[in-house]
């Protein structure tokens, strides 16, 4: 099965758009299957991927950590999820108590990405002292737009988790193979960093997130693919989401999203083979889960698309879409 459902990401190696790929796949009972090939790194030195490497998940952090912070709080009593924002973060825009909209934003809306803010900020650009970019993201009057997928939605729940815990992000306990960098094993590369001069390894690709601390609601986890699987068995077999979580991550919320994630929708990067009960997540490295409850299976595809740059087709949607479909057939064979 795993040789023909990890085929496209074997090929898309071969041709060189890509340096490596891990996939994986788990079912609800456990079983599971890993394929890797290519490179860790191309640059400074070469070196091959192997099982153990760990992946900067980029906005995989969205959903594996901070989706899941914010669920279990609510489970505890600890915040309303249809309460704004303000109950945790009572200084969100402070100047404009009465009329600023930021202040009406709720906790479902930043999980569900129904809210007006940009997708993303150059907030790196305004300063390297995390408290006070913290202080920027809080009081800045941010434009307004239609709802899009946003980064500071999930900034924004990472800050008002670490005001209700009274501890940074990087102090909740994670499972075995999930950690904020840098990790403990050999990590992949990811870019050529012309801000920070220097080919990235074990430290946070995401310029925002490096620049407010390296562990941030919207990136700044990594991930060995042992550990994206066992986060996808425990959905899978209830050990590690309540009843109510798994309602909150399948139920829609605003268009095609959930608390968090995305569902199935025409043309997203899980591929078209996959049930109506599947909830999937990307990140910019080129990282993805997804989760199919109908079918009882999940699969993570872990590459480096970035290394040794971003600035080319990798044609990293095709593959993921390609790989959904593959991973589809092969669990019917």
């Given at each position: 099965?795993?040789?023909?459902?990890?085929?496209?990401?074997?090929?898309?190696?071969?041709?060189?758009?890509?340096?490596?790929?891990?996939?994986?796949i788990v079912a609800a009972d456990g079983r599971r299957v890993v394929k890797h090939a290519?490179?860790?790194?191309?640059?400074?030195?070469?070196?091959?991927?192997?099982?153990?490497?760990?992946?900067?998940?980029?906005?995989?952090?969205?959903?594996?950590a901070t989706?899941?912070?914010?669920?279990?709080?609510?489970?505890?009593?600890?915040?309303?999820?249809?309460?704004?924002?303000?109950?945790?973060?009572?200084?969100?825009?402070?100047?404009?108590?009465?009329?600023?909209?930021?202040?009406?934003?709720?906790?479902?809306?930043?999980?569900?990405h129904r809210t007006f803010l940009p997708a993303v900020e150059p907030i790196y650009t305004y300063g390297n002292d995390p408290a006070r970019l913290r202080a920027f993201v809080l009081q800045r009057e941010w434009r307004h737009g239609p709802p899009v997928y946003s980064?500071?939605?999930?900034?924004?729940?990472?800050?008002?988790?670490?005001?209700?815990?009274?501890?940074?992000?990087?102090?909740?306990?994670?499972?075995?193979?999930?950690?904020?960098?840098?990790?403990p094993g050999p990590a992949v590369a990811t870019e050529a960093c012309t801000w920070r001069g220097r080919v990235l390894r074990g430290e946070v690709h995401d310029e925002n997130a490096a620049a407010l601390g390296g562990a941030t609601g919207h990136a700044g986890l990594f991930g060995t693919v042992a550990g994206v699987l066992d986060f996808a068995s425990g959905l899978l077999d209830g050990s590690a989401a309540s009843p109510a979580m798994l309602e909150a991550i399948r139920t829609p919320v605003h268009a095609d999203r959930t608390c968090g994630w995305e569902r199935r929708f025409d043309g997203w990067h899980g591929g078209d083979s996959c049930s109506a009960a599947t909830i999937g997540h990307t990140g910019f490295t080129g990282t993805g889960l997804w989760v199919d409850f109908e079918r009882g299976m999940a699969w993570t595809l872990l590459t480096n698309r970035v290394h040794p740059t971003r600035h080319r087709e990798s044609g990293i949607t095709q593959l993921r879409r390609a790989t959904g479909d593959a991973v589809v057939e092969a669990w019917r064979s």
């Amino acid at each position: 099965m795993i040789d023909s459902a990890f085929a496209p990401a074997a090929q898309a190696v071969a041709d060189g758009r890509i340096p490596g790929a891990a996939l994986g796949i788990v079912a609800a009972d456990g079983r599971r299957v890993v394929k890797h090939a290519g490179m860790a790194a191309l640059l400074p030195e070469p070196e091959p991927l192997t099982e153990a490497h760990w992946f900067d998940l980029a906005s995989l952090t969205k959903v594996i950590a901070t989706t899941t912070m914010i669920l279990r709080l609510a489970e505890q009593g600890r915040l309303d999820l249809d309460r704004p924002l303000t109950d945790a973060i009572p200084d969100l825009r402070q100047y404009d108590v009465d009329a600023a909209p930021e202040r009406r934003l709720t906790f479902r809306d930043c999980l569900a990405h129904r809210t007006f803010l940009p997708a993303v900020e150059p907030i790196y650009t305004y300063g390297n002292d995390p408290a006070r970019l913290r202080a920027f993201v809080l009081q800045r009057e941010w434009r307004h737009g239609p709802p899009v997928y946003s980064d500071i939605n999930f900034i924004l729940l990472g800050i008002a988790v670490e005001r209700i815990t009274g501890a940074k992000l990087s102090d909740w306990p994670l499972a075995e193979g999930l950690s904020y960098g840098p990790p403990p094993g050999p990590a992949v590369a990811t870019e050529a960093c012309t801000w920070r001069g220097r080919v990235l390894r074990g430290e946070v690709h995401d310029e925002n997130a490096a620049a407010l601390g390296g562990a941030t609601g919207h990136a700044g986890l990594f991930g060995t693919v042992a550990g994206v699987l066992d986060f996808a068995s425990g959905l899978l077999d209830g050990s590690a989401a309540s009843p109510a979580m798994l309602e909150a991550i399948r139920t829609p919320v605003h268009a095609d999203r959930t608390c968090g994630w995305e569902r199935r929708f025409d043309g997203w990067h899980g591929g078209d083979s996959c049930s109506a009960a599947t909830i999937g997540h990307t990140g910019f490295t080129g990282t993805g889960l997804w989760v199919d409850f109908e079918r009882g299976m999940a699969w993570t595809l872990l590459t480096n698309r970035v290394h040794p740059t971003r600035h080319r087709e990798s044609g990293i949607t095709q593959l993921r879409r390609a790989t959904g479909d593959a991973v589809v057939e092969a669990w019917r064979s």
